[in-house]
């Protein structure tokens, strides 16, 4: 691998949902400026990951997590780290698409409002740069003021990128960005992420093999060999590497078998 | 056959037990209109009651009712709304929320008159607040917090959690997604159970009878008694004063509380 700064980097990472052991022993470096997908069949502890990575699995009472993660080389599960700031620099967009039940104005808005911008000049500015990046601002310049949830699908998850970028991220974590919404929005969303990249750490969670080959330079791979064991790295390297000469038979296996 | 025919008849026993409910509110909401229709008149709505039959109006019966539960309705919105999110979006499930719950449903299965009586010995006498509408309408907002607290922590549970993840994923704390957008999102169910509730508290009796007392009144502060229009249906039939006015009030509070419930329908129709 070569000599690229980590923007996280995760060592034996252990999780628990309360007597499930579910990820056991994950070490992985997240490049900076890179898209990173992770792969795997259903079920073994891709959106678990995701969501250590944010610390979003606090929310889930009961669980464990072992091991350490770091961002820019700081802990983020020491005890004086503040999880709504951590959560501002690493932003998450979810699998379905879940725009508040406010304006498009208003969503977007939502992020910087709460973190103390109230300036409406500076709000209509963050407003449309942040649509204009995720591809929706020519859509929907006309209708601001109309309800998020009247939108489509695929406008909506873009509408929830717009979101993340209003509070000027670092990290974005995506889970299955894309599975909810039709292809023209698949295209757009994908298109997104090559721009997104040159400015944000992206890491996307995604079961669809072409796409991970698209839109990710570096791709892991996660398997839980028995129902009831944890789920574990099994490869991780070049996106190229990995879809033409794995090193692995499983992922070769996972891979053809998603593939054909 | 005679299977068929079992079926058929128990349809039609289960089909009038079902009509009967709509046939009896026709019946209750006809008679109160055939008898009370006669004694409305403008001035009924705009007049003071007047001599030994009680001729004239119910205007300030309507005053007290109207303040009474407005009072009752201001007092009861902070303390159950924040009961509300406290037990749907703070509380661990533990032994302190069931305690809590419990003494909601308990709350809720008092009789009214023992609310009357509370506000009474309480309200009236101990703190000194009188008959006023103060009194009453602290003992009011007792009687309609467990039903509020229900309603609005149900509204508030049934808010998707796809929208605190996404505030939370944000960087928004636990207050900020509270506020902002949980219950705005709650908000139609949440008026909506209010709104029902305030239909009950404006029909109630035993508890403002004992409360913001008797006194033919129209309230302009806090600290003035009042006769609501249910005490003052209660005193015109009970004591044969005016079956006619009895009648005359009952349909305009009937009135009143319908158009209550059909706002909260309008209300609820509204969400989503
Ligand atoms: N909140 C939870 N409580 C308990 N167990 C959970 C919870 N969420 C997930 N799990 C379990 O953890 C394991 C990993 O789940 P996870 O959702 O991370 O898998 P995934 O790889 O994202 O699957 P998919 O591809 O279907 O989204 C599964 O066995 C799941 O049943
Ligand atoms: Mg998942």
Aim: charged fraction near 15%.
């Amino acid at each position: 691998m070569n000599g690229d700064t980590f923007k996280i980097n995760v060592e034996h990472l252990d999780f628990h949902y309360g007597d499930f052991f579910a990820l056991e022993d994950i070490s992985v470096g997240i490049r900076q400026y890179a898209t990173t997908a992770f792969i795997g069949p259903s079920g073994c502890g891709k959106s678990t990951f995701l969501r250590c990575l944010n610390r979003m699995n606090d929310l889930i009472p009961e669980t464990k997590v072992e091991g350490k993660i770091t961002l820019d080389g700081n802990d983020i599960y020491a005890p004086d780290v503040d999880t709504a700031s951590l959560r501002r620099r690493v932003g998450m967009i979810f699998q379905a698409p879940n725009p508040f039940p406010m304006s498009i104005y208003d969503n977007v808005a939502y992020g910087p409002r709460i973190h103390g911008t109230t300036n409406k000049a500076q709000l209509d500015e963050i407003v449309e740069k942040s649509l204009t990046r995720a591809a929706l601002w020519k859509e929907v310049s006309g209708k601001l003021n109309t309800s998020g949830l009247a939108l489509s699908g695929g406008q909506q998850q873009r509408l929830c990128i717009a979101r993340v970028i209003a509070v000027d991220p670092e990290v974005l974590l995506m889970d299955e960005p894309c599975s909810a919404i039709d292809p023209t929005s698949i295209q757009k969303i994908e298109d997104l992420m090559d721009e997104l990249k040159s400015k944000y750490t992206i890491v996307i969670v995604t079961h669809n093999m072409q796409q991970a080959a698209r839109v990710s330079d570096w791709t892991a791979f996660f398997l839980a060999e028995h129902a009831d064991r944890p789920a574990k790295l099994i490869e991780y390297d070049k996106t190229d590497t990995m879809f033409t000469n794995p090193s692995d038979k499983r992922t070769e296996d996972y891979i053809t078998g998603r593939f054909g | 056959m005679s299977k068929r025919l079992a079926n058929n008849i128990a349809i039609s026993v289960l089909w009038v037990a079902a009509a009967s409910t709509v046939f009896v509110l026709a019946w209750l909401l006809a008679y109160v209109v055939v008898k009370g229709l006669p004694a409305l008149s403008w001035s009924f709505v705009t007049q003071w009651p007047t001599g030994v039959t009680a001729s004239g109006g119910i205007f300030p019966t309507i005053v007290a009712t109207v303040y009474v539960t407005a009072v009752g309705f201001v007092l009861v919105i902070p303390v159950a709304i924040g009961a509300a999110v406290y037990l749907a979006e703070y509380a661990a499930s533990g032994r302190f929320v069931n305690v809590i719950r419990f003494a909601a449903d308990s709350l809720a299965s008092v009789p009214s008159i023992v609310f009357g009586l509370f506000g009474l010995a309480f309200f009236v006498y101990a703190l000194g607040f009188k008959f006023s509408m103060l009194s009453g309408g602290l003992a009011l907002s007792l009687m309609m917090l467990p039903l509020v607290m229900r309603t609005t922590e149900e509204a508030i549970r049934a808010v998707p959690q796809g929208y605190r993840l996404g505030s939370y994923g944000l960087g928004g704390s636990k207050w900020q997604t509270v506020r902002r957008v949980v219950l705005p999102a709650a908000a139609p169910r949440i008026a909506t159970g209010i709104i029902l509730a305030m239909g009950r508290a404006a029909g109630e009796t035993a508890v403002v009878m004992f409360t913001a007392g008797m006194a033919i009144n129209a309230p302009i502060f806090l600290t003035d008694p009042g006769r609501t229009m249910t005490s003052h249906l209660y005193v015109l039939a009970m004591e044969g004063i005016s079956v006619k006015n009895a009648f005359g009030t009952a349909l305009l509070l009937v009135g009143m509380i319908l158009s209550f419930n059909l706002f909260a329908r309008w209300m609820a129709g509204r969400r989503g």
